[in-house]
């Protein structure tokens, strides 16, 4: 299995750096974790110490929920991942926070809708 380590830095305004390609139409799973291919991520942002937002070529958003509150990913806003065969499981990969070198689980992804702002009310 190809083996990539990929720092995804993410900025305080929401925009980071591009991964890779195209959005995958739906994402693979393996047993019942949501699997995401690692080059369809456009950008991630952390939103804070628990949640990080995945941005897919194409629309997506996936939402994973760290199990707990990871040590300083809320003020690094940056972390890497360790990528076995392409793909990103939930619950079944861990995460190195940027600068500190905490390691934290990812928890399950969950499609995400961003709320509506007030502007289109």
Same mark, same amino acid.
């Given at each position: 299995?190809?083996?990539?380590?990929?720092?995804?830095?993410?900025?305080?305004?929401?925009?980071?750096?591009?991964?890779?390609?195209?959005?995958?139409?739906?994402?693979?799973?393996?047993?019942?974790?949501?699997?995401?291919?690692? !080059?369809? /991520?456009?950008?991630? &942002?952390?939103?804070?110490?628990?949640?990080? $937002?995945?941005?897919? *070529?194409? !629309?997506? /958003?996936?939402?994973? &929920?760290?199990?707990?509150?990871?040590?300083? $990913?809320?003020?690094? *806003?940056?972390?890497?991942?360790?990528?076995?065969?392409?793909?990103?499981?939930?619950?079944?990969?861990?995460?190195?926070?940027?600068?500190?070198?905490?390691?934290?689980?990812?928890?399950?992804?969950?499609?995400?809708?961003?709320?509506?702002?007030?502007?289109?009310?």
């Amino acid at each position: 299995m190809k083996i990539a380590l990929i720092a995804l830095a993410i900025s305080l305004g929401g925009s980071g750096w591009a991964v890779a390609a195209e959005t995958s139409q739906s994402p693979m799973t393996k047993s019942n974790a949501v699997c995401l291919d690692a !080059g369809h /991520i456009d950008h991630t &942002t952390v939103v804070d110490g628990q949640t990080i $937002l995945f941005y897919m *070529r194409g !629309g997506k /958003i996936w939402k994973n &929920t760290l199990p707990e509150p990871c040590p300083g $990913l809320k003020f690094e *806003r940056a972390f890497s991942e360790e990528i076995n065969g392409d793909v990103i499981c939930s619950s079944m990969q861990m995460i190195r926070v940027m600068h500190t070198g905490a390691m934290c689980s990812l928890g399950p992804f969950t499609p995400y809708t961003p709320p509506a702002s007030a502007a289109t009310k």
